[in-house]
């Protein structure tokens, strides 16, 4: 359990530190991301982008099987 807790925290990490990169890409700003602010704070719910990038690692860990 605390290794699964452990792998989600890393990747959040590491995809809140290439949000700025990957919004250049046009990931981030799919139809399915909800971005929206709410008492001054802006909330990032990146739906699309999730789905996305998963199936990419989906199907590069099949490649390199």
């Known amino acids: 359990m605390i290794r699964w807790v452990l792998t ?19 990931i981030g700003r799919l139809p399915g991301d909800l971005r929206f602010t709410l008492f001054g704070k ?8 999730t789905i996305l990038l998963s199936l990419a690692v989906v199907l590069l860990g099949r490649l390199l099987k």
């Open 42 to 49: 802006t909330f990032f719910l990146p739906f699309a982008s």
């Open 8 to 26: 989600i925290f890393l990747a959040l990490v590491i995809f809140s530190s290439l949000l700025p990169w990957l919004e250049k890409l046009g």
